[in-house]
């Protein structure tokens, strides 16, 4: 038995781009952007010291930011679940909180085992967030602006993950790798609060509830056999698994010979996110003029330009790839991420859920494998993993339609 209850407004069409709503929206998504994103990410700058302090290999160390992304991959589906009966704004607020206290337990956890399980559960915790916003977007913008809106909210999570790396670094080099992630999880909390503060109260959202997870399972399955879903799932779990693998380990590389730099120094590299900040909302306003079909297959032939610049032994080169690579992989991100809302037929929670589970699958999977040939191989076999995922999604994104 299925219980319907209408919205407030039945005839809602969603907030103008020139309504206070449409700002308040944006911001709350922003700040929780930072939230979730700068705690995710916050010891991926300073991988190199947890190795040394924790007597771990790279690909060890790694396993911090692939527990946690392999725990939000879990964690998406059931939170549109949750939100599904809870409605999405008060399932992100749970979200948030739950995953501040998580974050607060990894840095006082002495064992480095214990640290992967607290690591895994404070991404489910955050799972809440990605696998929502989009959802909230479509229910709350009007479908005219939900393109440009969906690339203003990736810009706001490429602050969060620019802040993350870029506060515990300078704090872990001088006091040590915890202290350096409990400020990022101080500065997520105060974002928190944000979030709760600026976003209004929903009024697109149609509150289901069910008796069983009959209409979940379908609403699953039924985004799993469309092959137009399925290349935009292939997007997020090709292109995000090659551009963690990158920021993962372009440190150690930068720390070793011919580049000595230090760990403070190379933090400095994360600054790179901001132009994914500008191309994510750039190719937001693009795909309106040129079709998101388009739009995505040129982000990826940038991002596989910038991996081959960072070959380079010059430093000035490698980072001018790191920045070439950040533009093409978010402005790739935020019109797949985006489309799979538009798209989606049924199950739009789920739909946008399944491309989060692949997103971050990719970040965990790939991610951890590129530490492995890395350490075995080094830095030439990872950007030939990296290029040959990146040109795999643009093959696959070539064959949908521009809908």
């Known amino acids: 038995m299925t219980l319907t209850t209408a919205p407030l407004d039945t005839r809602w069409e969603g907030h103008a781009r020139d309504s206070a709503e449409y700002r308040r929206i944006l911001i709350a998504l922003a700040c929780a952007g930072v939230a979730t994103f700068a705690q995710l990410y916050s010891p991926q700058g300073i991988l190199p ?25 879990a964690g998406v589906l059931p939170w549109s679940w949750v939100a599904d009966r809870i409605g999405r704004l008060a399932a992100m607020r749970l979200s948030l909180v739950a995953a501040t206290v998580l974050g607060f337990a990894v840095v006082l956890c002495p064992d480095f085992a214990w640290i992967l399980v607290l690591r895994t559960a404070e991404g489910a915790a955050l799972g809440g967030l990605p696998a929502l916003a989009v959802t909230y977007l479509q229910e709350e913008i009007h479908p005219s602006h939900t393109v440009i809106a969906a690339g203003t909210y990736v810009s706001g999570t490429t602050i969060g993950g620019l802040l993350g790396r870029v506060v515990a670094a300078p704090i872990a080099a001088a006091l040590g790798w915890r202290w350096g992630v409990a400020a990022v999880v101080v500065l997520s909390g105060v974002a928190a609060v944000g979030f709760m503060l600026a976003a209004p109260a929903p009024r697109g959202f149609l509150r289901t509830a069910t008796a069983g997870s009959g209409p979940l399972f379908r609403a699953i399955a039924a985004n799993l056999r469309d092959p137009r879903m399925l290349v935009l799932y292939g997007q997020g779990f090709l292109l995000m698994g090659g551009f963690v693998t990158i920021y993962n380990y372009l440190a150690f590389r930068l720390q070793r010979e011919p580049f000595h730099l230090s760990a403070t120094v190379t933090s400095l590299l994360f600054f790179a996110y901001l132009a994914g900040t500008w191309s994510s909302r750039r190719a937001g306003i693009a795909a309106t003029r040129l079709g998101r079909r388009r739009v995505l297959v040129g982000s990826v032939a940038v991002m596989v330009a910038g991996v081959l610049l960072t070959l380079m032994s010059w430093l000035p080169g490698v980072l001018v790839g790191l920045v070439v690579l950040t533009v093409g992989f978010f402005g790739a991100h935020s019109i797949a991420s985006g489309w799979t809302g538009a798209r989606a037929r049924v199950g739009r929670a789920q739909a946008t859920s399944l491309y989060n589970l692949f997103y971050y699958l990719g970040s965990s999977v790939v991610g951890w494998v590129g530490g492995v040939v890395f350490t075995r191989w080094g830095w030439g076999a990872i950007a030939a993993l990296v290029v040959v995922a990146a040109l795999a999604a643009g093959v696959w994104a070539l064959s949908t339609p521009d809908d």
């Open 49 to 73: 010291l947890v190795s040394r302090s924790l007597d771990v290999s790279a690909d060890r160390a790694a396993l911090l930011i692939s527990a946690a992304t392999l725990g939000l991959a």
